[in-house]
């Protein structure tokens, strides 16, 4: 029987991720190193587990057989992608995961050969803002005859959990990028710019997205800015250790996320679409399972793929309580 992996499944995410997949009637199996943790969800969940760290290969993959998806939720994802990308590469098993650093996704574009040559799928951002924003970016553009250039920006509302805090103070960009004529270059950090997510226009700050990557993987749109605003408490202070694990359910429900895009065609006419969905955790940890789920099914393509070249434009709204108007 082939099965979804979901390593890291104690943390926040993961276990989110992993009580979908499990009310999605998904086979699965929980992994990751604490061996404690994954004793008392899988006596919870009632699913297998699996215990094994990301420093001895052979390890790694005993841990994965009879895998055939890998969905890894273990951040942050500079300690854990290369390890278990490359493992997922030498045994045949399609990678996912819900990274939303730079380096994963150029990571994934360095083993495309190696991923298309073993017949292997490569999906960084199977859930996150990376399928959210794509869905948008693909639906907006297919709008447009010849699209030049694609502004985005996402509304993060709410808190931080402790592991995307970590993941965020362990990778800052130094600069702020945007694709130009299809490259990635740097640009001013303070350009800031107004969009209106569906309540009057608010103030926006460039910051480096994988979206530079997978939407021009996607859309092959050659200039793509993405840009944020952000809602809530803000980035949180001192020991980031010791932040609760994340977002409480009453606080993810009164905090919803929005994305607005902008594509410019070659006559510099501008179409604009908004997207309304449910808090970003919530949104992630349905995506990511129901990802690994399509993907168990047969649905992949072999090498770095993005869930919106897969699965097509309109993913993101088969996620909860998400909606795309066009304005």
Known sequence: ???????????????????????????????????????????????????????????????????????????????TADALMKASIR?????LDTAAELD?????????????????????????????????????????NDPLKIRIALHVAGGLSRGSAISAMENVTV?????????????????IRKFDFGNGAVDCFPVTLPDLITIWRATGIPDIETFVHVTGDGFPQGDLSLLP????????????????VEVTDADGVASR????????????????????????????????QTPAAVFGSGFAQTIADTSINDV
Do not use: W
């Open 91 to 95: 045994n045949g098993i399609h990678y």
């Open 104 to 144: 994963s996704y150029r990571l994934a574009g360095s083993l495309d050969d190696e991923a298309k040559a073993a017949g292997v799928m490569l999906m960084p951002g199977g859930g996150g803002s990376v399928a959210m924003l794509g869905s948008l970016a693909g639906h907006a553009a297919s709008r447009v």
């Open 245 to 260: 694990g994340g977002p409480s359910e009453e606080d993810r429900l009164a905090s919803r996320y929005q994305a607005v």
């Open 1 to 79: 029987m082939t099965k979804l992996m979901i390593y890291g499944a104690t943390g926040y995410t993961g276990r989110m991720a992993a009580e979908h997949a499990k009310a999605a009637r998904t086979p699965l199996v929980l992994a990751g190193r604490n061996e404690a943790a994954l004793s008392k969800l899988s006596a919870e969940l009632g699913i297998e587990y699996r215990v094994f760290g990301l420093d001895d290969a052979a390890a790694i993959d005993a841990g994965l057989a009879g895998v055939s998806v890998l969905l890894n939720c273990a951040g942050p994802f500079m300690r």
């Open 175 to 191: 600069e702020t990028l945007a694709r130009v004529d299809g490259e990635l270059v740097a640009i001013a950090a303070d350009g």
């Open 273 to 304: 679409s908004i997207l309304d969905t449910v808090n970003g955790y919530t949104f992630t940890a349905m995506a990511a399972a129901e990802a690994g789920r399509r993907v168990l099914g047969g649905e992949f393509r072999p090498g770095f």
